[in-house]
C-alpha cells in the first residue's frame, strides 16, 4: 500500500501542472498493476477538501462530487470508510466545514455522547452540542 498526501490528490483532480499529473497518472497505473491500494487518512481529506474549495475556489459540488469518485473506487484505502461516508453525507447537506463533520463521525466511532464546539453552524447537528 502507498500513503498518498494531499498534492498528489490535488493534481490528480485539477490537473494544473502537466508533469506532476502525468507524474502522480504513472504512480495510479503503478499501483493498479500491483494490485496496491493508494492509502488516504483524514488528515489529508480534510486539507483536499480545504485546499480544493478555499484555495482553488471549487464548488461544493464539485468537491462533492470528487469525494464521492474517490470513496467508489477501488484504488482507495481510506482511514475509517464508515466515518468518511458519514462525514460526507453530513457536508454535501450541512453548513459547517467537512473537517467538523469528519471530527463527530471519529468521536461518534469512539463512543463519545457528543462533540463539544464553539462552532454555531453545528448547533442542529447531531453529535454535537454548542457551548454558550
Known sequence: MRALDTNILVRMVLADDAAQTQAVKT?????????EAMFVSHVVLCELVWVLWAVYHEPKSAVAKTLDEMLLSPDFFFEDLRQVQSAQLQWADG??????????????G???RDVVTFDRGLAETTGFTVLR
Do not use: K, M, T
Open 27 to 35: 504512480l495510479f497505473l503503478e499501483c493498479r498493476r500491483n494490485s
Open 95 to 108: 453548513h459547517a466545514d467537512f473537517a467538523d463533520y469528519l471530527i463527530g463521525a471519529i468521536a461518534a
Open 110 to 112: 469512539q463512543n463519545c
